[in-house]
């Protein structure tokens, strides 16, 4: 089924993306695919931006581990993408981040993919729900930190 035929006025942009001047776009809708590569371009955002250790500080504010305080990743400093306890932790706070910071996507899974063929390389494939109402439209996101620069790249699957 092509979303796009269902709704022919297209998706409706972020108010981010909407602030900007200079895209008619944003007045007609945008299609399922620059829906999907605005979700990739703001979890780029977030997966390339740290998170501040408040954790004793926190605890008793549970409102502001959802605010922009949290806004995310943690620092993957000192964990082995060789120990399956670290994979399973850098995935599970990716998770978490992207489930309190992109409320367009439900069911979040990230796994680490583990080949030879990005060697040095972390890649992640993110599994979601891309919730347009009232469907959910399945998605995956190819995210790989790239070792010379330390930023993700992400690219939207087709």
């Known amino acids: 089924m092509n979303l ?8 409706r942009s972020t108010l981010f ?18 829906l999907r590569e ?4 703001d979890l780029e955002d977030l997966l390339n931006s740290r998170m501040a250790k408040l954790e ?11 605010s922009i305080l949290q806004f995310g990743i943690i620092d993957f400093v000192g964990l082995s ?9 850098i995935c599970q706070s990716i998770e978490r981040s992207i489930t309190a910071h992109e ?4 069911q979040i899974k990230v796994e680490m993919l583990l080949d030879g063929q990005n060697m040095g390389a972390l890649c992640l494939s993110i599994q979601a ?3 347009i ?12 930190l790239k070792p010379t620069t330390q930023q993700y790249v992400i690219s939207a699957r087709s």
């Open 38 to 41: 605005s979700v990739a371009t």
């Open 81 to 89: 993408t060789a120990n399956p306890k670290d994979r399973d932790q």
């Open 4 to 11: 796009d035929h269902l709704y022919p006025y297209g998706f």
């Open 56 to 66: 004793d500080c926190i605890d008793d504010f549970p409102m502001a581990k959802q």
């Open 129 to 131: 729900y891309l919730n």
């Open 17 to 34: 993306d909407r602030l900007f001047p200079g895209s008619e776009q944003n007045d007609r809708g945008i299609s399922l695919q620059q």
């Open 133 to 144: 109402y009232p469907l959910f439209e399945p998605v995956i996101f190819d995210a790989l």
């Open 103 to 106: 409320p367009r996507l439900k």
